[in-house]
């Protein structure tokens, strides 16, 4: 099929008006190469360049898995491309060392504490010395804040439901985020103890593997899948909650990725079938409603991994719909990608600023106070957004305002 009607909703198409960098141009070229055409410098760019946003997926009327294909095409890049050796080394030291390992990112994390609290970030980006670093200055306006203390210590408890346990849930606290949002992770905690679960936070557990399996790293997303399964099947757990849409969509994809492993597969599937996305999860119990007004205007971004990857479009509305004194403005084009994409944004700046900029004329016409969000990195990338073009906007996950309104409600009753 050639209809084209998924062109209009890729944004990488949308900026740069390249056949090639549309989904339709993307799989024909992947096609090309599975004919035999050998793997060119030209293919490898234009799938890199590709948000794997998904947006093309939701779009397309004949039902294509663009998002198993563009992952699919990425592996055999991975396979078959003898990447530079400095390149080879930081992917190697990024995503096999640095991210499934506590010790290295709280030693990472504690060095951009130091950096931010030293001031050396606030006069950096003040006197736009930045900019003399180049490309460098830009990716630094997108680098994430370390959040002490950092949530790696929460990992083994068991938080209680507040009034009566109506369920035991198991909680993913991410990688990156238990440096970065580890207040947002201690809402997501708290939220669903105001909701009757019972939260544990499980020994053992580690990155999701979304980034690798991205970049087409799928050994060691296997891997990642399988200890992660190791540590929270055990627990019998009725559900398995992510507050990050990205991860959300890879951990819900461990049946895929794990079919053909003997050991694994049934494994997989189960928990499969127990992942939700916290939003999808509150959506679908009876929600506690004991929350004060927050009275403020709040406009939503679609995650692409929860809209596209995983569906969930209406849960977030609903929630936010929810908290007494919220007046919800849609935005236009609310499930474009904003262009975070993972580390999207920090390997191709140039180009994810460019779309971060028409995000961010949707998101001033909602004219809203809060922008609210599902996902971490596209946080930080509304955070960008807004101090570049924003109108003092405050970007939050939908769990921060549940969590701020049940607060509200608890100091009333004081
Ligand atoms: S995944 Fe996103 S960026 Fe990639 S082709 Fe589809 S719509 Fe375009
Ligand atoms: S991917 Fe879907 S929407 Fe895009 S050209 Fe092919 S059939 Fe049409």
Known sequence: MHCGLCLNACPTYRELGVEMDSPRGRIYQMVQVAEGKPISESYREHIDLCLACRGCESACPSGVQYGRLVEAARAEIEVKVKRPWLERKVRDFVFRRL???????????????????????????????????????????LAPSAQIPFF??????TFPAECDRKYRVAMMAGCIANVSFARLNEATVRVLQKNGCEVSIPIGQTCCGALHVHAGIREEARRLAKQNIDAILKGGYDAVITNAAGCGSTLKEYGELLEHDPDYAVKARKFKSLMKDVTEFLASIELNREMGALDVSV??????????GQKVRSAPRQLLRAIPG??????????????????????????????????MTNVNLAKAQVIATANPGCMLQLDAGVRKWGKGERVAHVVELLDEAYSKRAEEKK
């Open 99 to 141: 991210l499934p390992s506590p010790g290295l990112l709280t030693a990472a994390g504690a060095m951009l504490y130091v950096y931010q609290i030293s001031g050396l970030q606030r006069v950096l980006r003040l006197t736009g010395l930045l900019n003399a670093f180049g490309a460098l200055g830009a990716k630094e306006a």
């Open 152 to 157: 790696f210590r929460q990992i083994g408890q």
């Open 299 to 308: 406009t939503y971004q679609d995650s692409c991994h929860l809209a596209h």
């Open 326 to 359: 919220v007046k919800f403005r849609e935005m236009p084009l609310s499930d474009v990608c904003c262009g975070s994409a993972g580390i999207y944004n920090v390997l191709h700046t140039s180009l994810a600023m460019d779309i971060l900029a028409k995000k």
